[in-house]
């Protein structure tokens, strides 16, 4: 851990801090929007929450080690970001399964959340891996 934070500088820091940020102000909106069209989350398989802790977790780590990696090699940040986003989709399709396998009428909100919700992280990595390779 000490190695990581002298390996951190400022800008670096505040790549980790707007991760959760958004997810906060993501999930208000999202958790807004199901209470405000009066849908009933209590049948979901995966909480709403859980769904942005466990994503955000997996964008946190995910930038946290681009960062280590940028600071030992720059040229091989990109070809990171590729497998760790591949590994979270191995990891995301375990989790997606149980929905996946639930009869499609009786879960395609469910479906269409968790995919939001993956494809609105693996955004935030993008931008921000973008960001990691354009401040060299």
């Known amino acids: 851990m000490i190695l990581i934070k002298n390996e951190m500088n400022k800008n670096d820091s505040k790549l980790l801090i707007f991760v959760p940020f958004l997810a906060l102000v993501f999930y208000a909106i999202h958790n807004y929007i199901l209470e405000s069209l009066q849908i009933d989350t209590s049948t979901f398989y995966y909480k709403l929450s859980t769904l942005y802790s466990t994503f955000t977790i997996f964008s946190i780590l995910i930038i946290l080690i681009l960062i280590v990696i940028k600071t030992k090699n720059l040229d091989i940040v990109g070809m990171s970001f590729l497998i760790l986003t591949s590994i ?5 399709y375990v989790l997606v399964r149980p929905i996946l396998s639930i009869h499609p009428t009786e879960m395609s909100l469910q479906k269409t959340n968790f995919f939001g ?20």
């Open 88 to 92: 979270k989709m191995v990891l995301s």
């Open 117 to 136: 919700i993956f494809i609105l992280f693996l955004a935030i990595e993008t931008i921000i891996t973008i960001r990691i390779l354009n401040n060299k």
